[in-house]
Every structure is written in C-alpha cells, then in structure tokens.
C-alpha cells in the first residue's frame, strides 16, 4: 500500500542541514564559461562527440549535485542538492530555481549525516516524479498535491539502507540500487537493518525482488536498450568497476555478472571520484561517470574515452531534444552536446 507523507517546502526539517553558498548560474542568453576537455581514445567518440564539443558550466556553488532528469514537459532538467535535502531546476528559458525542499528527509529529528536529501530521480509511466530518498530511507513519488506516496522502504520487512538510484524498464519495473551513503555512519550506522547492499527489482504490482548482494557499494544503474543487460556501477574505491548482468525473459539477473571496465587505476593516481550515475543513448553507449569524468563505452563495452571534467561527478542525464548531456559534477551543473541521443528520445 502506497503511504502518503507532506512534502511542505517550509518543512523545519529542511533547515536543519547547513546550507551552502547562494548557487550561481549563467542567465538565459548569457555566454557560459566552459571547463575540461574531451578524451579521444577511440575514433567512434567522434560520432557521439563532434570535435567542437565543449563543457558549459551551466550553475555551481551547490554542495554535491547528482540525478538529474530532463523533465520533457516542462522543458528543464532536474537534478539534486543531497546536502542541502532540495531538488533543483534549470533550464534554457529560465535559468536556475530551487524545485522542492525537503527532497529526501523529511523527519522532525535533526539529520546527523551529510546526505539526507534525494539521490537518484526518474518519472514513472504517468509522469510523476520517482525519488530515491537518502534521509526517509525510502523510494517515493511526488504526487500532483505536492505530497510523497512511499514506492518502496522495507526488504523483507527491513528498513533499506539508503536508495541511490533506479532505472524504468518500459513494463514499468522498477530497477534500483542501495548501498549506505545517505547512513550518518554508513556501513557502521547502528540504524543499518540490511547486512549487504542490494540491487532490488519492484514490479508494478509490488512484488519486491532482490536480483545481487554481491556487489560492495552498488550506486549508478541503466538498461541496455533491448532490456536484456542490466548494468551497475560499484562505487568501492578498492574494486572501482561498472558490471553488465544478463537479464533473462523474467527481468531478473540469469547468470554471471561482466566487468565493463576497472577504474581502479584510476583512483590509485589519484584521480577525483569513483563510479557513480550512468545513461545509455539509444545505440546502447554507455555514459557512466567516474575518476575524473564522464567514461564512454560501446555496446561491446569498448572504451571510447572520456569527457574530463576534472573534478567528482556523480551522475549525468540526456535532456533537450536529447542530444545534450547534463553532468552533475561535484558543485556544478554542467553541459556538453552530443551527436547522439539519450536512451527514450
């Protein structure tokens, strides 16, 4: 049964967590200062990546920016402030607004840890926006009134550790990771009720599924675009790896998991950040950040390069005509345009 929960924008709760510094952003029209660079190591970039391409800063000054969504009918993205438990807007026409606060924790209680807010967003088949809230322990729906309709919260009757992130199947089952980040303490909270970190499949009719426990620190997740690989980003610093799992005609994993690259090195030199949120366009390329940037990979998982951001991102999105890849990279919203299109448009 779907329980509803206020989601008042002037929630006390919300306040309890220390705000950053006002986010900037560049004004509709006004020229964006451009970050990083691109990584050709393979000459099929240049068929999703035009040669001209540059990364705009589009907004920055936020604490630690993930999820973002394009919203198709009201023609932004969306994307999330986990510290500071609010989900943002930007778009051409409009620039820079704050969505909604709280976005992930809603409780009385002051929030001890440092990612109470939302993590991962999608919208389900009737266009309602899908949370993965960090705080509430919980995947919820945003409903028209502004109020949230808990999706899932409990694995065989156990709170979940903090859901990351989800992805849609088109027969509206609902894919989604959970490892301890959004935890004041994380794997040693003494909250934690589950003793692994599960990627889980809900169906429509509330059938929850547990598919892996196998992976440490499950975080970003996509499906391939016939449906038949699931892939999932494990963000371990010691085993810093995307894996692809076969999919059997039941929707669940059907056999051995495939490692699509080990960013591992990566992270060893000292390169910023660790795999984290992925899309896949409609080819099946992978967009996957990690150390350093946005890693892209071929259907057959061969390593094409990388737009360098130069800093942690923690997850990117296609919006526009879907041909735009929206990054959120550690404090900033950033851009970069494509020759290619996102998954679903």
């Known amino acids: 049964m779907l329980r509803v929960f206020a989601a008042p924008a002037a929630l006390a709760a919300a306040a309890l967590v220390a705000l950053a510094p006002a986010p900037s952003a560049a004004q509709p029209g006004e020229k964006k200062a451009t970050i990083g660079s691109i990584e050709r190591k393979n000459a099929k970039i240049d068929e999703l990546l035009p040669k001209g391409a540059v990364i705009e800063v589009l907004a920055g000054g936020f604490k630690w920016t993930e ?16 510290p500071n438990n609010r989900v943002m807007s930007w778009s051409p026409a409009d620039g820079l607004k704050e969505f909604l606060k709280p976005s992930g924790y809603t409780g009385k209680e002051p929030f001890t840890g440092y990612e109470p807010g939302a993590n991962g967003l999608a919208f389900d088949k009737d266009g309602a926006l899908v949370l993965c809230q960090h705080g509430d322990r919980r995947i919820s729906r ?6 949230f309709q808990t999706v899932a919260d409990k694995y065989n009757g156990k709170r979940f550790n903090s859901p990351n992130d989800l992805v849609y199947h088109p027969n509206g089952d609902l894919y989604f990771t959970d490892p301890p980040y959004g ?3 994380q794997m040693d909270d003494p909250a934690k009720e589950l003793q692994f970190q599960g990627v889980y499949r809900l169906k429509p009719n509330g059938e929850l599924t547990l598919l892996t426990k196998e992976m440490s620190r499950p975080n970003g997740i996509a499906l391939s ?3 038949k690989t699931l892939y999932v980003a494990n963000s ?9 799992f076969p999919l059997g005609a039941d929707g669940a994993i059907s056999g051995a998991g495939r490692v699509i690259f080990d960013a591992t090195p990566e992270v060893v030199a000292k390169k910023p950040g660790l795999p984290d949120g992925m899309k896949v366009d409609a080819k099946g390329n992978i967009f996957a950040t990690g150390p350093d940037g946005v890693y892209v990979f071929a259907p057959d998982f061969t390593y094409l390069g990388k737009i360098v951001i130069g800093d942690k991102n923690a997850n990117c999105g296609f919006g526009d005509d879907g041909a735009t890849l929206y990054i959120c990279a550690n404090d900033k919203l950033v851009r970069v345009r494509t020759t290619t299109r996102g998954l679903g448009f």
């Not at 973002?68 to 402030?81: G, Q, S, Y």
């Not at 945003?142 to 109020?147: I, N, Q, R, S, V």
């Not at 085993?239 to 692809?244: E, T, V």
Request: charged letters at 30%; glycine letters at 6%.
């Open 225 to 227: 675009p016939d449906n």
């Open 236 to 244: 371990d610093p010691a085993r810093a790896i995307w894996m692809a």
């Open 67 to 82: 999820g973002p969504v394009w919203d198709k009918k009201a023609k932004r993205v969306l994307f999330t402030d986990i």
């Open 142 to 147: 945003l409903t028209a009134d502004g109020k």
């Open 183 to 185: 935890l004041p303490k």
